[in-house]
């Protein structure tokens, strides 16, 4: 088999590229094709059966790949970042929140992990990947997204939050809110549960249209590779050995498997794999409360599941960026336990104390792990390990942005509930985000140049997560369909 261009990877970064780029393309994706909802009903048996809460079952499990040789590697003891190796990959267990990432991420320009572009020169790009998620957004998004659908009930949280922190809003969400099914897409009726979505509103990259040809059910082994260029893809399938021969390929695969591939191949001498692996990325997270006097917050009130970020919350620390995410619904009832006015109770204030602990909102606190602590992911004799040393020694520095952060909830006149907090970066990272493996732009650090181009070969570009020289506090999807609808224009000659 030959073709002009093979993308390996059908999920949001190669069908994405796929759908803009001209001439004769296929796609190879070693997922199988699956229902969702049949993914769904078999997850809901599941917990019905082992009588596990939904909230913590993991939802992932239910895109397990029946095919022998999709196995998703295990990162690290203290790494929780899982993913997925059926049709889509990884794009299908993102929940929907649609950052771009921050002006501060790209406004170093001559730094090891600085990026090639600017965000002026990422506008447009995000624009168009908005409008192919079909995202929804706050009319009062300061980024100013390419929004199909405004979300509903956004001035009764604005309502509650603007006495203590006036510039929250809404974040952007991948949900269907249009009524438009034309793709297939189904209509967010705001039940949550967005990584396996019932109503299968939530954007996958399988929504967005191409007329490329797929083939499943192919992994691709290694690449074999002639005088700087690649000529061949040896592939596995259920059926025996395939060979794909092409003019050009382009890797969309995520951070971790995009960089077995290369490193199972017989890469060109000048290509970097001695840098393949290192400046893992990703996220740590913690979670705090605090209490808002005097308002009631409008829990299940929006016309989708969504949260809202908290640029008063939000900044950088020590090199570290951090957004902080106010939770939509119900804190739980370790939070709400201490949130209760006993005192208020024993006068027999009841209606008080009740609407006190309405007044209780859970934070999610998404950390940066800087590039320059070169977390690394390791790839030899077939295994994969991790060496998160770095993080280790430098984690402290999250003590210091979560009293930072109870810093600004007291400055702004909330309370800070400090019984309601979890510190999970202390004994674990991961939110499943694969950045930052293969890193691209002009620095000595790089495997990637600035035009998608495989250091070192003369035809294999590399898109994804994984080319990110830095990720910040935002977690990638959008920027991923971006930067793969900027590769395609380049590939078409229009950039």
């Known amino acids: 088999m030959f073709v002009d261009t093979l993308i390996i990877g059908n999920g949001f970064a190669?069908?994405?590229?796929?759908?803009?780029?001209?001439?004769?393309?296929?796609?190879?994706?070693?997922?199988?094709?699956?229902?969702?909802?049949?993914?769904?009903?078999?997850?809901?048996?599941?917990?019905?059966?082992?009588?596990?809460?939904?909230?913590?079952?993991?939802?992932?499990?239910?895109?397990?790949?029946?095919?022998?040789?999709?196995?998703?590697?295990?990162?690290?003891?203290?790494?929780?970042?899982?993913?997925?190796?059926?049709?889509?990959?990884?794009?299908?267990?993102?929940?929907?929140?649609?950052?771009?990432?921050?002006?501060?991420v790209f406004a170093d320009r001559a730094g090891v992990f600085a990026w090639p572009f600017s965000m002026a020169e990422m506008k447009p790009f995000y624009d168009k990947a908005e409008g192919l998620l079909r995202i929804c957004a706050d009319p009062q998004d300061p980024d100013g997204r390419n929004a199909r659908a405004a979300i509903k009930g956004v001035s009764k949280w604005r309502k509650e939050l603007?006495?203590?922190?006036?510039?929250?809003?809404?974040?952007?969400?991948?949900?269907?809110?249009?009524?438009?099914?034309?793709?297939?897409q189904g209509s967010c009726m705001g039940a949550g549960d967005c990584e396996l979505c019932p109503m299968d509103a939530k954007t996958r990259?399988?929504?967005?249209?191409?007329?490329?040809?797929?083939?499943?059910?192919?992994?691709?082994?290694?690449?074999?590779?002639?005088?700087?260029?690649?000529?061949?893809?040896?592939?596995?399938?259920?059926?025996?050995?395939?060979s794909i021969g092409f003019n050009r390929l382009v890797v969309a695969a995520h951070g971790v498997e995009s960089m077995k591939l290369l490193l199972r191949s017989n890469l060109p001498e000048s290509t970097p794999a001695h840098l393949m692996g290192h400046h893992y990325q990703d996220h740590a997270i913690a979670q705090v409360t605090c209490i808002l006097p005097g308002s009631t917050l409008p829990y299940h009130e929006l016309s989708t599941a969504a949260q809202i970020v908290i640029p008063e919350l939000s900044g950088e620390l020590e090199g570290v960026e951090y957004t902080t995410l106010g939770l939509m619904t119900p804190v739980g009832?370790?939070?709400?336990?201490?949130?209760?006015?006993?005192?208020?109770?024993?006068?027999?204030?009841?209606?008080?104390?009740?609407?006190?602990?309405?007044?209780?909102?859970?934070?999610?606190?998404?950390?940066?792990?800087?590039?320059?602590?070169?977390?690394?992911?390791?790839?030899?004799?077939?295994?994969?390990?991790?060496?998160?040393?770095?993080?280790?020694?430098?984690?402290?520095?999250?003590?210091?942005?979560?009293?930072e952060i109870y810093t600004k909830i007291a400055a702004a006149g909330a309370i800070p509930l400090k019984s309601g907090e979890t510190r999970h970066y202390n004994n674990w990272f991961g939110t499943h985000h694969l950045v930052g493996t293969l890193g691209m732009g002009n620095g000595p650090r790089t495997v990637v140049d600035p035009e998608f181009k495989l250091r070192g070969a003369d035809n294999v570009y590399v898109v994804g997560s994984a080319v990110f020289p830095r990720c910040g506090s935002r977690n990638p999807t959008v920027t991923v369909v971006a930067l793969s609808l900027m590769l395609a224009d380049k590939l078409n000659g229009k950039v």
């Open 333 to 403: 009832d370790w939070a709400l336990s201490n949130a209760i006015d006993l005192e208020k109770i024993n006068q027999w204030e009841l209606e008080g104390a009740i609407r006190g602990v309405g007044s209780t909102l859970a934070l999610f606190i998404l950390l940066e792990i800087p590039p320059e602590w070169d977390v690394a992911i390791g790839y030899k004799d077939g295994k994969i390990s991790l060496d998160s040393s770095a993080y280790h020694r430098k984690k402290g520095v999250y003590d210091r942005v979560v009293e």
């Open 14 to 104: 190669g069908r994405a590229v796929a759908s803009e780029l001209d001439g004769d393309v296929l796609i190879v994706e070693r997922g199988e094709k699956f229902n969702i909802f049949e993914r769904r009903q078999a997850f809901d048996q599941r917990l019905k059966r082992e009588g596990v809460d939904r909230h913590f079952a993991k939802i992932r499990d239910a895109y397990a790949s029946a095919l022998p040789f999709n196995k998703p590697e295990k990162i690290g003891k203290d790494c929780w970042s899982e993913y997925i190796l059926v049709d889509g990959g990884c794009s299908n267990h993102w929940g929907g929140l649609s950052f771009r990432l921050s002006e501060n």
């Open 162 to 184: 603007e006495p203590y922190f006036p510039a929250a809003y809404i974040g952007a969400q991948s949900h269907n809110l249009t009524g438009d099914n034309s793709n297939g």
């Open 205 to 242: 990259s399988l929504h967005l249209r191409t007329d490329t040809r797929v083939l499943n059910g192919v992994m691709v082994d290694s690449l074999r590779f002639e005088n700087g260029k690649a000529v061949e893809a040896l592939c596995t399938t259920e059926s025996g050995p395939l």
